[in-house]
């Protein structure tokens, strides 16, 4: 069974820092882009970051400065280091990664963890 399992969420005081991991576990043969998504209640979900099998990155113009994206492929790990967090980064983020296997490539979601930043 192919998975997405997330760590890391909990709660911050403003200007503290979380470390986000999204591990990949299954019969995967590699993975393509990962990255991090939040949804905040009554928003839409939106990108916070992510990173090509390559390495390169992109984040929203939000969190550019504050939070860093990295990942381990020999651990099928993504990370999402947030420093500097503010009560408006409060939302449940959410892994997605495209993984490779004998299906092809298919994109799959974590089950999300909360992050609340609250004084």
């Known amino acids: 069974q192919v998975q997405l399992v997330e760590s890391g969420g909990g709660l911050v005081q403003p200007g503290g820092s979380l470390r986000l991991s999204c591990a990949a576990s299954g019969s995967i043969f590699s993975i393509d882009a990962m990255g991090w998504y939040r949804q905040a209640p009554g928003k839409q979900r939106e990108l916070v970051a992510a990173i090509a099998s390559g390495g390169s990155t992109n984040y929203a113009d939000s969190v550019k400065g504050r939070f860093t994206i990295s990942r381990d492929n020999a651990k099928n790990t993504v990370y999402l280091q947030m420093n500097s967090l503010k009560p408006e980064d409060t939302a449940v983020y959410y892994c997605?990664?495209?993984?490779?296997?004998?299906?092809?490539?298919?994109?799959?979601w974590g089950q999300g963890t909360q992050v609340t930043v609250s004084s």
């Open positions: 997605n990664a495209d993984l490779i296997g004998n299906w092809g490539t298919l994109g799959y």
